[in-house]
Nanobody, 126 residues
Framework: QVQLVESGGGLVEPGGSLRLSCAAS????????MTWLRQAPGKGVEWISD??????RYADSVKGRFTISTDNAKTMLYLQMDNLKPEDTAIYYC?????????????????????RGQGTQVTVSP
């Protein structure tokens, strides 16, 4: 069974850090690109970062603050989030596209991802 399970969300003050994890199972993890997306209350889905082999991409809204990484041996995807801002408050999802390649262009559409997790809540507030 193909599955993605996020963890690591929580409540953090502005300027703080969190590390999100996504446990993957049921597929050959190293053979696929992996993506983080988020959805803030009352807003649409936002693509924020993806990784394929050694290549990474970031949305301008998180560039320089967030770092995406993988551990292929553990089939884990991570998102290190530093200098968090209140506007980063959202449910964060990991997702997997159809192939090893990035979705081009970077996509906010769930239809472009074959698998996604249930999400983990991140709240940035004083």
């Amino acid at each position: 069974q193909v599955q993605l399970v996020e963890s690591g969300g929580g409540l953090v003050e502005p300027g703080g850090s969190l590390r999100l994890s996504c446990a993957a199972s049921g597929f050959t993890f190293k053979s696929y690109a992996m993506t983080w997306l988020r959805q803030a209350p009352g807003k649409g889905v936002e693509w924020i970062s993806d990784i394929a082999a050694e290549l990474t991409r970031y949305a301008d809204s998180v560039k320089g603050r967030f770092t995406i990484s993988t551990d292929n041996a553990k089939t884990m995807l991570y998102l290190q989030m530093d200098n968090l801002k209140p506007e980063d408050t959202a449910i964060y999802y990991c997702a997997r596209p159809e192939t090893y390649a990035f979705v081009q262009p970077a996509s906010n559409r769930w239809d472009d991802y074959t698998v996604r997790g249930q999400g983990t809540q991140v709240t940035v507030s004083p």
